[in-house]
């Protein structure tokens, strides 16, 4: 006897909740194992507790009439003993002879010929039934959960049942799911009225969506207590994210868990042909009454005539038992049809996205696949629930909520900071989204967001109503239709970096109050006729316009903003820039910055510009730039930045450009300053610090409106006097020169507010210095040692101005 408990632990399961993963052949074949187990305990029991043959001697020496009477006794009643026939009165009188002989026998005698005919003259198939039953029964329950138990893969399963009921219990998934169902309520709600509405009402439907979007809302903020979730389910959901994220890159690669379940089902199947075929070959063999010859010098008698009291029970319980082995066999091979003519290596949520609306359910394969297959056996709805942990929308939501719990207002609030352009600016930094909670902070007027992925500005961007200046550094983003709309009227300033081309958003070309568009990243690698920007025809108000990329050619397309463009920035990372085509239409263009363009010349588009203000070409490889006498033609050209290039002179002529105010030439090679500069009488703004100047002409001193003047680092010994003639002078730059001494004439710079005279040799300064009614202790920059030699009365009173 198989003990109760032993039983039960054959028939349960390593893991209830396994049950997901078993469909419903496998389940009634377990049903099937479990009454084939028991017709084997019932057999092993009746052949315990009851006597198993009955034999009597057969004194008949002819074979032939001992065959008859035994035969006789078979054709009569199966189910009676030879005991019940000897008392039958209308029998033969030779078998009436036989039972009422005395045999000389006794009960001892009797019982061991019992034994004796039962373990030589019984088939061993009919002694051994029961016990066959059970053990192919057992066979069948271990073949059934085999894979369930193989050591790589019982903790593939353990983790998806695990992942798969934890997905199937979280509050997440109620949520996304109810969601999305209200939404798609909605807009069946939605394009319902609109389709009963009539032409004349069209103008109405919008205010009926909004009131109807707004109503929803309100019941949702209503119901919060069953719908939003707390900062710990919120964490549960995020990890459960990144374990279904984990478990899916791991599994979907292998394809193991499917061959083993094949291979469980093949030995399922032989092992049912072989008990099948075996069994109905050995079942007739299952006889009643047997002949055992016993040796004569035991008991006197040769024969006995034996009746196999369970013979006839043990047949039909071996019928049965073959019969529901073909049930069993029958499933099995349902089974292996159901393998080799499904394909259970890919699995599409199609019908999930149909039902959910959520599109980006991606399909699985392998494994996995395999997986949701069983589990899908069991009940659909697991894998429905499932798919929205497979979803990035859902993904989405969930970290948008965390995020909004995490940054909360205030917490936003105090990291306002005023930017470079004095507007007061929000900076997110790699954060996993942008949070809801941004858009209630109305006083921002800037919002810059760094490397943050999976943007989309939500139509709640209405609320800052100050907000003029988007940012955007390597975070892609994309817009509601209601943001759309907003940013398309107000937004000002728009600066994007990125990576690709591709990342350029298509919404940057409709903004129509736009006024700067600072644009960073490649744009273009080779001359093509392809444009490397589309059409910028709908920015009407677009003024400034940046690149900082590494172009070849100026981007044809800023011809559609000729009208408006005042500013053209190009940046071009040390690229060499060759087409200028575009540059001459920009006819309103006022500034042009043409930086690290590898140019060796001015370009000759640059003057056709009539209304160019300012030119800046800063880091190139001018090494002269005589094309300065074609500038005239710039008549309202103040400003001209040759910084960081290789130019060795000045131009005789550069006293042609009339309305020139600025001139930047530092960190060149210029040794030597022509006196036709000093003609330029509008001059302003002087900056030839980092060259190779050894002296200053005396005629700097017609420069009668030069207020800033920069020699610093360069290689003066000594200054002019008809220097300290410039009386407007406001900033004087020496440092790092070769100066010994500082004219008294100093006194005569009435206007002058600092004064660097820092890395010179000089020993002292003249007392004059404090003639200077405007300089200040702190902006007069000098060596340690010289200020210490100025008198205290002198430190004192430019201290305390």
Not at 285 to 297: A, G, H, L, R, T
Request: with cysteine.
């Amino acid at each position: 006897m198989i003990p109760v408990n032993e039983f039960r632990n054959i028939t349960s399961e390593q893991n209830p909740q396994f049950r997901v993963l078993k469909p419903w052949w496998d389940v009634l074949s377990e049903y099937l194992a479990i009454t084939m187990l028991m017709i084997g305990v019932f057999g092993c029991t009746l052949q315990l507790t009851q006597d198993k043959i009955s034999c009597l001697p057969n004194r008949l020496t002819d074979t032939s009439h001992r065959d008859r009477d035994c035969n006789y006794l078979r054709q009569h009643n199966e189910n009676k003993s030879l005991w019940e026939f000897a008392i039958i009165k209308h029998h033969s009188p030779d078998i009436v002879e036989i039972f009422g002989r005395k045999n000389g026998l006794d009960l001892h005698q009797y019982e061991f010929v019992n034994h004796f005919c039962y373990e030589r003259a019984v088939h061993w198939y009919g002694k051994y039934f029961p016990y066959l039953v059970i053990i192919h029964s057992m066979i069948f329950m271990v073949a059934s959960s085999f894979w369930f138990k193989f050591p790589g893969t019982l903790s593939k399963i353990e983790m998806f049942v695990i992942i798969l009921g934890k997905c199937f219990d979280s509050p997440w998934t109620t949520r996304a799911i109810s969601e999305v169902s209200e939404e798609r309520r909605e807009e069946r709600r939605v394009v319902w009225r609109r389709n009963t509405r009539t032409k004349s009402a069209t103008d109405n439907d919008d205010d009926m969506v909004s009131l109807i979007r707004s109503s929803i809302k309100d019941q949702k903020l209503s119901e919060s207590g069953a719908s939003l979730l707390d900062k710990k389910e919120g964490e549960q959901a995020k990890a459960l994210f990144e374990k279904v994220k984990k478990f899916r890159t791991n599994v979907e690669k292998a394809d193991l868990l499917y061959y083993m379940y094949v291979l469980q089902t093949v030995l399922k199947v032989f092992k049912f042909a072989l008990i099948t075929v075996y069994s109905i070959i050995l079942v007739p063999n299952i006889q009643i009454v047997v002949i055992c010859s016993v040796p004569p010098d035991l008991t006197g008698f040769e024969a006995f005539c034996c009746n196999n009291n369970k013979a006839h029970l043990f047949s039909k319980l071996a019928y049965g038992y073959i019969c529901f082995v073909g049930v069993y066999g029958l499933l099995c091979i349902y089974s292996l049809y159901w393998l080799f003519h499904r394909p259970l290596k890919e699995y599409s949520f199609e019908a999930v996205r149909l039902e959910t609306g959520i599109n980006d359910i991606p399909d699985v394969e392998n494994d996995f696949a395999f997986l949701l297959h069983l589990s899908d056996q069991y009940d659909a709805l697991y894998s429905k629930r499932f798919a929205v942990f497979l979803s990035e929308v859902s993904e989405c939501r969930l970290r948008q909520m965390n995020l909004n719990n995490e940054w909360t207002a205030n917490k936003l609030r105090a990291r306002l900071e005023h930017n470079a352009s004095k507007r007061l600016e929000l900076h997110l930094f790699k954060l996993p989204g942008l949070p809801d909670t941004v858009f209630e902070i109305s006083e921002v007027e800037s919002l810059k967001l760094e490397m943050i992925s999976n943007v989309t500005v939500p139509g709640s961007v209405t609320q800052l109503t100050a907000l003029q200046e988007i940012v955007l550094i390597n975070s892609p983003a994309k817009l509601q239709l209601e943001a759309f709309n907003y940013l398309r009227e107000n937004l000002k300033v728009l600066r994007l970096t990125f990576e690709v081309p591709e990342q350029l958003p298509l919404w940057m070309y409709n903004l129509q109050s736009l006024e700067e568009l600072h644009l960073s990243g490649p744009l273009s690698n080779e001359l093509s006729r392809s444009p490397i920007l589309d059409t910028l025809r709908k920015l009407k108000n677009l003024r400034v316009l940046t690149f900082c990329s590494k172009l070849i050619k100026i981007p044809p397309s800023i011809v559609d903003v000729s009208n408006s463009l005042l500013r053209l920035c190009i940046h071009n990372e040390v690229t060499r820039l060759q087409v200028f085509n575009s540059l001459k239409k920009l006819v309103n263009l006022a500034t042009l910055e043409l930086r690290g363009c590898c140019l060796d010349r001015i370009p000759s588009a640059t003057f056709s510009l009539s209304q160019l203000q300012e030119l800046d070409l800063r880091e190139n490889r001018l090494v002269a730039f005589e094309e300065i006498f074609s500038l005239q033609h710039c008549r309202r050209l103040t400003t001209l930045k040759l910084w960081y290039n290789d130019i060795k002179g000045i131009p005789q002529h550069i006293n042609k450009l009339c309305a020139l105010e600025t001139l930047n030439v530092s960190w060149n090679k210029i040794g030597m300053i022509p006196l036709s500069l000093c003609l330029c009488a509008n001059l302003r703004h002087l900056d030839l610090s980092h060259n190779q100047l050894t002296s200053l002409p005396k005629e700097i001193n017609v420069l009668k409106c030069l207020q800033f003047l920069s020699v610093a680092f360069n290689f003066l010994r000594s200054l002019p006097e008809e220097l300290f003639s410039c009386k407007r002078l406001k900033v004087l730059a020496l440092g790092n020169n070769s100066i010994s001494t500082l004219s008294p004439q100093v006194r005569n710079l009435a206007q002058l507010v600092r004064l660097e005279l820092n890395g010179n040799k000089l020993e002292s300064l003249p007392a004059e210095i404090v003639d200077c009614p405007l300089l200040k202790l702190a902006a007069l920059v000098v060596d340690d040692n010289v200020m210490d030699m100025l008198p205290p009365d002198v430190k004192d009173r430019l201290k305390h101005r």
